[in-house]
Structure formats: C-alpha cells, structure tokens
C-alpha cells in the first residue's frame, strides 16, 4: 500500500520525522487540486491541503505498511484520507507499475478556508517541501510551483525563527532556486 505525499511528504527528511524512511516514487495525480489553505484551528500555519477536482498534482508516492500509516493519519490530523483510482497516478519514472489490486492513499480536505495574517504560508515549509521536490529536480519543483493554488495569499518569511515544526532537509544551496521559483507566482518577500 502506498500513500501519496503532495506537501511536506516529497521530502525525504521531513517523512523521516514521521518514521518513515523508504523510498519515494515520484508521481502525479489527474483529478487532484493542491492549495494553500487552513485545515484547522490547530494550526499556527496554513499548509497544503489537495481536494479531488479539476487539476493535477505532483507529489511521491511512499510505500507503507498498516504501522506507518497510522503514524501518518496521526501526523495529518484535520485531513482525512481517501482512495485513489489508480489510473489517474502516472509515475515520472519509467520503470514503475503498480502490482494488481494495490491501494493508493491521499489525505484530502474538502472544505478549506484561505490562508490569512493569523495562519499565512510561512516560507520554512515552502522551503522544505521544495527542497524535497529539488532532490528529484528542479523540474519537477516547477510544475509544484505552477500547479499549487493560492500563492497570493499572505506569505511570512520565517527563515530567521522558523514556525514549521517540520522543518527538514533545506540545503543553503536550495534557497536562491526557491526564491527563484516562487517569485514566478508571487511578488517578492518583504
């Protein structure tokens, strides 16, 4: 069984965080919307949130077994997970296929609320998930760029004292391509 990480999952070392350290297929998903946007009053943050709609969605998908994946509906509190149909999933890798009959999980959230002031996009998480989609390439953190909506919204650069609690895996040689890439969807950090 497999689930699909669309955020903070594509990195390597944020997922270790979470215990889980196998390896992840880079994928995307025809029919699933990314966005920035709040998912509960728990959180300090607006992070990723993915409906199921019009769109696609890159991401990785991360083999689990029945242990991992608790631990993971644990770290995705105020998302619930649902099945996908595996003929939306393309694989950027030649090599992969599903076996017969195998489960793929994504943690969707229907009904979300924009980021604001209170709870913006802080830049330590576009950093880290970023940084997880650079470790496959940086086209691939492009087409992350281009195919997440929201980014509008009001953005804290955190750098300095970081508010993501995940915060992992962000090279100093990372943020100048970063920067770059999101100053094609956005105007420029203050």
């Not at 069984?1 to 390896?23: A, D, E, P, V």
């Not at 691939?140 to 919204?153: C, D, L, P, R």
């Amino acid at each position: 069984m497999y689930i699909f990480g669309y955020g903070s999952l594509i990195n390597s070392h944020s997922r270790q965080l979470t215990g889980q350290t196998g390896k992840a297929i880079p994928a995307v998903i025809q029919g699933l919307q990314r966005c920035w946007g709040k998912v509960d009053g728990s959180y300090k943050i607006a992070p990723l949130v993915a409906r199921i709609g019009e769109g696609r969605c890159n991401g990785v998908l991360v083999a689990v077994d029945d242990i991992a994946l608790k631990e993971f509906d644990r770290r995705e509190k105020g998302y619930h997970r649902v099945r996908v149909n595996l003929d939306s999933i393309t694989s950027v890798i030649d090599d992969f296929t599903f076996e017969e009959n195998e489960t793929v999980w994504v943690y969707v959230k229907d009904n979300t609320e924009a980021p604001c002031e209170h709870q913006p996009i802080v830049q330590t998480y576009v950093d880290t998930v970023l940084a997880g989609c650079l470790s496959i390439s940086e086209s691939f953190a492009n087409t992350f760029v281009e195919t997440t909506h929201g980014w509008h919204h009001p953005l804290e650069n955190d750098r300095h004292k970081p508010k993501y609690g995940n915060l992992a895996g962000v090279l100093d040689e990372h943020l100048y391509i970063i920067d770059s890439l999101i100053q094609q969807v956005r105007l420029p950090l203050k």
